[in-house]
């Protein structure tokens, strides 16, 4: 496939190289289109799945009661 393009990144072991957010319904096929990526990359890799509600760190349930309790705000992608 040609030359390599001089372009790397350096990690460290238990790092995080993706992460997605799906809708419930569709958890699924995004597991299953993390675990065909991860053979493009060296190494072992891990797919997880985090009870965390979005990149929030609140799971679903305290997220939920938060919203309702209005101690957290919708503010675009982020709370």
Known sequence: YGK?????A???????LLSIRTKDANGKS???ALR???FK????QKVMRSNNWGFTPYDR???A???K????KADGNIA
């Not at 390599?4 to 790397?8: D, G, L, Q, V």
């Not at 990359?41 to 072992?44: C, D, S």
């Open 4 to 8: 390599p393009m001089e372009m790397s």
């Open 10 to 16: 350096r990690v460290s072991i238990g790092q995080i």
């Open 30 to 32: 995004a597991i299953e």
């Open 65 to 67: 009661r938060g919203r």
């Open 61 to 63: 349930t305290e997220y």
């Open 41 to 44: 990359f060296p190494g072992r």
């Open 69 to 72: 309790e209005g101690w957290i």
């Open 36 to 38: 065909r990526a991860k």
